[in-house]
């Protein structure tokens, strides 16, 4: 009973000079936690005065919101600091630059997570394989850039989805850029009778394709082609390219449906496969109508 009375004492007595030294250094914390607040509420400023410079200088959205976010990150670090610095923990101040130096970030977490898309993510932003509002495919994901930090690249999916990749993943992957140079290519099949004129309807095929003005018409100009020798049909192949600019899926079926129509029109022949139903058993609803009867 004994040991347990002195150990409550020795708890108790540690508690009251832990309370009787954050009241002789209320005035050092107030100080200091207002001091972090005012470099947490300027590094926000400070990133928005950031990105706009790196705007007038670069032209590139992603890189500027890059370097906004590392100089706002900086000033927090200096705002942790200099709080430190007032409550008296120098010691704690100076393992925390050390912490942050260049030399010991890289050689501590060169071969870790967190220091490995940091890296992959510094090397994206400055090489610039994409740009904000690019449609990438990388690690079988595929959707617009809307966000770069230090950890992570954020794209948005074509439903809607907020993905967020880590940097180290992109630069380890192939990368596909589908706005590198604004353009897209679709195409689609339609197949022909073997007794139809190929030449012919090949030629109103390519009238039907390059009648759209959304299609581009040079150096990328349509092209129609035989692709196969089917059991049922000839396949033609129809490539078109389209800007991104444009709404690819909805020009692809009214171009598909354009095509369809002109064919039709000049009397040519859409082979379609046929179905053979056979009722063995007599359950249709019909052949059961029609035995009663």
């Known amino acids: ?112 997570d967190i220091g490995e898309n940091f890296i992959a993510g510094v090397i994206l932003a400055f090489k610039r394989p994409f740009e904000m509002g690019d449609i990438i495919e990388t690690n079988g994901l595929k959707g617009s850039v809307i966000y770069l930090t230090l950890r992570e690249t954020t794209i948005k999916t074509f439903d809607g989805k907020d993905i967020f990749i880590p940097n180290g993943l992109i630069l380890k992957q192939p990368l596909q850029n589908y706005s590198k140079d604004e353009l897209l290519r679709h195409d689609f099949v339609i197949g022909l009778d073997y007794d ?62 354009n095509v369809l129509k002109t064919l039709n029109k000049n009397g040519f022949y859409i082979p379609t496969n046929i179905v053979e139903y056979k009722d063995y058993k007599g359950l249709h609803p019909n052949a059961q109508s029609d035995s009663k009867e």
Request: aromatic share 10%; with cysteine.
């Open 196 to 257: 139809e004129d190929l030449d012919a309807a090949i030629e109103l095929i390519y009238q039907a394709v390059t009648s759209f003005e959304s299609i581009e018409k040079a150096p990328k100009a349509p092209t129609v082609f035989i692709e196969e020798f089917a059991p049922n049909s000839i396949n033609v192949r129809v490539h078109f390219w389209l800007n991104m600019s444009h709404n690819g899926l909805k020009t692809k079926s009214t171009v598909m449906n």
């Open 1 to 112: 009973m004994t040991e347990i009375q002195d150990t409550t004492n020795i708890i108790l007595d540690k508690f009251a000079k832990i309370y009787l030294a954050v009241l002789q250094n209320i005035p050092e914390i107030i100080f200091a936690t207002l001091v972090l607040l005012f470099f947490i509420v300027i590094s926000r400023y400070v990133r928005k005065l950031a990105k706009k410079f790196a705007n007038k200088h670069t032209h590139d959205k992603l890189v500027a919101q890059f370097i906004g976010n590392i100089i706002a990150s900086c000033f927090i670090i200096l705002g942790i600091v200099i709080a430190f610095n007032i409550l008296g923990l120098n010691g704690a101040a100076s393992e925390i630059l050390a912490g942050i130096g260049i030399t010991g970030f890289i050689i501590g977490f060169a071969f870790k």
